[in-house]
């Protein structure tokens, strides 16, 4: 099984912070809301539910609405690009979890607190994106 690493919070805040900074000119803070408002309505779910393949199916239905969004304005597709490939990573992420989960079920309590510490940290690196794009003077 492949290692899975959790990122530590320091490198969640400086990857959002670079992130943040480098889309604050290429991506309007309404585009970037609708975007997070999906997230959101994910994120809520996840607190109720606490299902990791529920978030993993949701979070995948994500990336068609980024893609129409990137179609409609092109100035978007290396935010779309690096959002996907986040959504992608925490996808891999869950289910390779999930596959350690049936091949070592003595391990389940563990493999499930990483499985959620996968997802907080997607939803922490979102929310800090959005956050340092403010901060660095998204329109």
Known sequence: MA?????EAEDIVKHADELGKKFSRQVKTHQLRNFY????QIRQEW????????????????QPKLAYAAGRQSSIK?????????ITNTRNDIKA???EMKAKPQQREDLEKKQ?????????L?????????FYGGD
Request: hydrophobic content about 40%.
């Open 3 to 7: 290692e899975i690493k959790i990122r």
């Open 37 to 40: 408002s999906g997230i959101t």
């Open 47 to 62: 607190k109720r539910q606490k299902d990791a393949q529920s978030v993993s199916s949701k979070l995948v239905m994500l």
């Open 78 to 86: 290396e935010f779309v690009s690096e959002i996907s490939r986040e």
């Open 97 to 99: 979890l999930a596959e």
């Open 116 to 124: 959620r510490e996968v997802i907080d940290n997607f939803f922490a």
């Open 126 to 134: 979102i929310e800090g994106i959005v956050a340092y794009h403010k």
